[in-house]
């Protein structure tokens, strides 16, 4: 399982970390639900960047 509070961290997203410790902090049952859209955003967005990072401007 991919720690995201640590992802979060390196992407300097700090709010989101610590927010996504607390609800981690109360259990799986209240992550389950959202870890799948996060997961698919986090992918979409380095996808994303991958993308702009090799296009010219």
């Given amino acids: 399982m991919r720690d995201l509070t640590e ?14 410790a607390e609800l981690a902090a109360q259990g799986e049952s209240s992550t389950a ?13 380095r996808a994303d960047w991958a993308v702009r990072s090799v296009l010219p401007n």
Avoid: T, V, Y
């Avoid at 992802?7 to 996504?20: P, V």
């Avoid at 639900?33 to 967005?45: A, G, K, P, T």
């Fill in 33 to 45: 639900s959202s870890r799948w859209l996060i997961e698919h955003l986090r992918d979409q967005e």
């Fill in 7 to 20: 992802e979060f961290k390196d992407s300097r997203l700090h709010g989101m970390a610590d927010a996504w």
